[in-house]
């Protein structure tokens, strides 16, 4: 099945700073979803990218497709973006696509 | 609803014992799953409802482990002879329709298996 690669796997940041996290992929993927676990477990998307940019807010996410990774970027940090970052992906699209297989995660820990 | 309703939130169990997590998905999505997620891991996928049907049923470890939804809406995953390695926690997403849509996770249910 398809690899999923996540760096680093632990951050820690100073509040302010900002950051650069990155999933690599071993196949050609149709979706590929970005989520942010917070300490408490709870699991949210932030994106859903298989390919392009996107921003929201302090966030934004890259996937260059061809060359299988994407990259999500947090600028300013602040202390309720600590947590797991998780890169999931699926090679099927459309209607086929419904099993994702997730990273192992960035660990990002924001100090104030 | 207005999100994802998972429950119980902890279940603690003894070896061997039968166990049933119930999933509520968003009020209006026809697809639901449910994932596993040991410490110190991403979430692995279990299975696939769309509408009352399990459409795909790949990821259950064994037999031990069974999941229904019965009218479409709510989902039970049910884990017979409960195994110490069955200790994880369990989380149910559920989208609009399948395919390439965002999935909204509910706060999962921890389960450990003494």
């Known amino acids: 099945g398809i690899q999923v690669e996540q760096s680093p796997p632990d951050l820690i940041l100073q509040e302010g700073a900002n950051s650069t996290l990155r999933c690599n992929f071993s196949?050609?993927?149709?979706?590929l979803q970005w989520f942010h676990q917070n300490p408490w477990g709870q699991l949210i998307n932030l994106f859903y990218?298989?390919?392009g940019t996107k921003q929201n807010g302090r966030l934004s996410a890259t996937t260059v497709a061809t060359e299988r990774y994407s990259l999500l970027y947090i600028s300013s940090s602040q202390t309720t973006d600590s947590g797991v970052y998780f890169c999931?992906?699926?090679?099927?699209?459309?209607?086929?696509?419904?099993?994702?297989?997730f990273g192992k995660g960035t660990k990002l820990s924001v100090i104030p | 609803g207005a999100g994802v309703s998972q429950t119980p939130s902890n279940k603690v169990t003894e070896k061997g014992k039968y166990v049933e997590l119930r999933c509520d998905p968003i009020?209006?999505?026809?697809?639901l799953y449910w994932y596993r997620q040991s410490l110190g891991q991403g979430p692995e996928f279990l299975i696939y409802?769309?509408?009352?049907?399990?459409?795909?049923d790949s990821g259950l470890p064994n037999d031990r482990f069974f999941a229904v939804r019965p009218e479409g809406s709510v989902s039970t995953l049910k884990i017979q002879r409960t195994e110490r390695g069955d200790s994880a926690v369990y989380l149910c997403?559920?989208?609009?329709?399948?395919?390439?849509?965002?999935?909204?996770f509910g706060a999962g249910s921890r389960l450990t298996v003494l």
């Open positions: 997403a559920s989208s609009y329709g399948g395919g390439a849509n965002v999935l909204t």
């Open positions: 196949d050609s993927v149709n979706n």
């Open positions: 990218i298989p390919s």
């Open positions: 999931a992906v699926d090679v099927k699209a459309g209607a086929g696509s419904y099993q994702l297989t």
């Open positions: 009020s209006g999505h026809t697809a």
């Open positions: 409802f769309q509408g009352t049907g399990a459409a795909d």
